[in-house]
Structures are given as structure tokens and as C-alpha cells.
């Protein structure tokens, strides 16, 4: 169901009712926000579905395997990547279908199962990081495809991004195999299309949900992760996600300012740790898991004390930023409960947004089950399952923000 609300205004005018503190610390401005939001209940951005892609069945170029990335070029053609297919599909401003890019492969311009993302940068040229090929593929819009490797040696990738002003941004982990020193830290770094280090934007501590111990696989669930996501005006804001605590770097670099909003961790019980056990069992059944490799998977899983501040953080219209709560299994009702993706389905459906200078202007709530990609004006473009865990492309439109496209 898609809530949609009036506003009257926008989200820089509605924080002249915002009831928190800014004050400068060596020049960096801390932002100290109430929980109550800015926006009143007649400001508040809502949205509206305006476009949906997609069939559960019938005719191929409309149906989607797994979607792991959506970008618009500047003539507004919308391009789905399809990890499953090994494909980009591409359809008009309108949704009808008009080509496709790639095929599965690992030739020149072929994809392998692993193309984890699609960004639309300088020069409508597309670039698709493709972790099993160990390259990114580099293919300007109905002309050549070239590729740049992906060197293992600087870290595995964990995310990549694109800097409003096309440059590609990469966050890479070392994998600290058994017998080699252990490095601590990741590295956020700008890239160009040829694959050459630009520069170093951060060297945050490396999370440990994923670790290798005594040369098997060590889970640790809900284990503090950086967090990044840039920012119109190529900036940045990057945070830990055990606390609510956001640091925003300009396009130079320099910290401009710390963001923070009132947050009480909430413990991970017994129960919660059993119920994400059978769901996650449960997941691997259904992806045809052996059982023997279950067993050693779920061996290596244990819990963090707390639950995360927040899921994820994207860039949304007018400068702001978007931040994913986390959906509690107590907020679930049990026919819900059994649809539920531990994969999937951490985040939920609220988000909170922070305006260009950080200030909080409220809650808008997506559709259920609904992922952003990236939002191009005042569209949100993403994807959406149904209780069969068939995916769409759906696109909405932020209602009460100023279109700026």
C-alpha cells in the first residue's frame, strides 16, 4: 500500500520548527537533534507509485531474476541489472522493454553471476562492478565496452558508490586469511573509469560480521559495521551502525559536521537468537544448502549484544539524507514472521530523513518490501517483492519535496 501526503512546503523550511542545537567544535558543526521531527503533520514527504516494471509471468524481457542494481541515463531510459540473467535490461522513461546489455560470460562486455551493482556516471557511461569476473565492466551507452581488473590484493569490495559528480567510489576489505597479518582497518577510496586510486577518503575500522578463524567462516551477527553513502555536493556521511552518530566530509574532505539523534540500543535476547537461527536455516534450505554445510555454517554464527542503531543510509532529493530503521522481530506479526528474509528484511519500511545541514525533519515510510536504489529528482527508483518473493521495478515519487530534475 503507498501512503501518500500533502506538504506545504519543503524540507529546508520545514526545519524553522526544528527544536535542536548546533554548536562548533574547531570548526566542525555538531548537530544535536531532538526525536521529534521537524515537520508537522501537513509538511511531511510521503510518496506515490508512478511507474511499476514487471511480470511474474510471460514475457521474459519483463520478468527478474535477482535485481542488484537500477540507474537512469540523462534521457531518462531506466537500466536493470539482473545478477540472476547476467543482464542489463533496458526500458524506455515509459517501462517498455528496448534492449539488453551483456550476457552471462566472462568475455569482453559478458557478465558473471557475481555483478553486484550498476551506477550511470559521467557521459551516461555504465559501470558494473562484477566481483567473480574480478573486474568492473566500463560500457559507454549504446557504444564500447572496456573493463578495468578489480585488484584482490587491496581488499575484497565491500560497496561500491558514485559521487554526484560521476566518480566511482569503493570500499575494500583485506580478508585476513589464516597465516597472514591481520589488518583492522578498510579503505574507502575514489576510483576512475580506468581503475586507478584517485584518492583515500577513509580508512574506517573494518567490521567483523564476516571473518575467516581456523580456516572456516565466523559469522557474527548484528556486529558494529561502517557505514557510507555519498551526498549531493560530492559529500560524504559515514557512521558506525551501533550508534546513531553521522560524520558529514565535504568534497574536500575536511569533517564538516557530526550529526547525532537520541538512540537507546535494544539487547538481542535468547528468543531473538533463536528465531534468526531457524529463519536463517530455514534460508539456506530453501537455496539448496547441503546439509552437512549448513551445520558448518551455523556453527560459526554467534550474536552481538544489541541490535543496530539504523540498516542503511542513501542520498535522497534536495540534499537529504535517508537512514533505514531496523524492523524488530517483535514488530513482525506471525504471517509476516513467515515470509521473513533474515537477508532481506532487517530494514524497515521506515526511514528517517536529515536535511542538507542535518537537522531531522522526520519519518517517511516506503512500501513494504520495497528497496531504493537511487533517487534521480524526486523519484525513487527500486525494487519490490511480493509475498512470493517475486521482484518489480517500482518507481515513486517523493510527494511534498520541489522536483529538481
Same mark, same amino acid.
Given at each position: ?28 558543526? #555538531? ?19 508512478? #511507474? ?12 527478474? %531474476?535477482?535485481?542488484?542494481?537500477? %540507474? ?14 547476467? *543482464? ?14 551483456? *550476457? ?43 573493463? /578495468? ?13 558514485? #559521487? ?22 578498510? #579503505? ?10 584517485? &584518492?583515500?577518503? +577513509? ?8 571473518? /575467516?578463524?581456523?580456516?572456516?567462516? $565466523?559469522? *557474527? ?31 574536500? %574532505?575536511?569533517?564538516? *559536521? ?25 534460508? /539456506? ?24 542503531? /539504523? ?40 526511514? &528517517? ?7 531531522? +525533519? ?13 533517487? &534521480?529528482?524526486? +523519484? ?6 511480493? &509475498?512470493?518473493? $517475486?521482484?518489480? $521495478? ?12
Amino acid at each position: 500500500m503507498v501512503a501518500v501526503f500533502s506538504a506545504c512546503g519543503d524540507g529546508a523550511s520545514a526545519a524553522s520548527d526544528w527544536a535542536g542545537s548546533v554548536t562548533d567544535s574547531a570548526g566542525i558543526a #555538531l548537530v544535536s537533534n531532538p526525536s521529534t521531527p521537524a515537520w508537522s503533520a501537513e509538511q511531511a514527504w510521503g510518496t506515490e507509485e508512478v #511507474l511499476r516494471i514487471g511480470e511474474a509471468a510471460g514475457d521474459a524481457d519483463y520478468q527478474f %531474476g535477482q535485481i542488484a542494481g537500477i %540507474g537512469v541515463t540523462s534521457d531518462g531510459r531506466i537500466l536493470v541489472l539482473d545478477q540472476q540473467a547476467q *543482464r542489463v535490461q533496458v526500458y524506455g522513461p515509459d517501462g517498455v522493454y528496448q534492449s539488453s546489455i551483456g *550476457r552471462p560470460g566472462s568475455g569482453p562486455g559478458e557478465l558473471g553471476p557475481a555483478a553486484s551493482a550498476l551506477f550511470v556516471g559521467r557521459g551516461d557511461t555504465i559501470l558494473i562492478p562484477d566481483l567473480g569476473n574480478q573486474r568492473v565492466n566500463v560500457t559507454v551507452l549504446d557504444g564500447e565496452s572496456t573493463s /578495468f581488473a578489480i585488484q584482490m590484493e587491496q581488499g575484497i569490495p565491500m560497496r561500491y558508490d558514485l #559521487l554526484e559528480s560521476g566518480t566511482l567510489v569503493a570500499q575494500r576489505r583485506a580478508l585476513n586469511l589464516p597465516n597472514q597479518d591481520a589488518v583492522t582497518n578498510d #579503505l574507502i577510496a575514489t576510483q576512475g573509469y580506468d581503475g586507478s586510486i584517485l &584518492d583515500t577518503l +577513509l580508512t574506517p575500522r573494518r567490521g567483523d560480521t564476516f571473518t /575467516f578463524t581456523n580456516d572456516r567462516p $565466523v559469522f *557474527r551477527i548484528f556486529s558494529p559495521e561502517p557505514m557510507w553513502t555519498t551526498l549531493s555536493g560530492d559529500r560524504l556521511a559515514f557512521a558506525t551502525n551501533d550508534s546513531y552518530r553521522i560524520e558529514v566530509f565535504g568534497a574536500d %574532505g575536511t569533517l564538516g *559536521r557530526i550529526v547525532s539523534q537520541p538512540y537507546e540500543p535494544t539487547p538481542v535476547t535468547d528468543s531473538h537468537e533463536r528465531t534468526l537461527i531457524d529463519l536463517m536455516r530455514s534460508q /539456506f534450505e530453501r537455496n539448496g544448502v547441503p546439509p552437512a554445510q549448513m551445520d558448518l555454517l551455523m556453527e560459526g554464527v554467534s550474536f552481538a549484544d544489541t541490535w543496530p542503531a /539504523f540498516t542503511q543510509m542513501r542520498a535522497g532529493p534536495d540534499g537529504t539524507l535517508w537512514i533505514q530503521r531496523v524492523r524488530y522481530l517483535s514488530d513482525l506479526t506471525e504471517e509476516e514472521l513467515e515470509t521473513y528474509n533474515p537477508t532481506l528484511d532487517q530494514g524497515s519500511p521506515e526511514w &528517517d530523513v536529515f536535511d542538507s545541514e542535518g537537522r531531522y +525533519l522526520g519519518v517517511v515510510e516506503l512500501p513494504g518490501r520495497f528497496t531504493p536504489f537511487t533517487v &534521480d529528482g524526486d +523519484l525513487w527508483y527500486g525494487v519490490v517483492r511480493d &509475498d512470493f518473493d $517475486v521482484q518489480y $521495478v517500482q518507481i515513486l515519487r517523493i510527494t511534498g519535496v520541489e522536483s529538481s530534475s
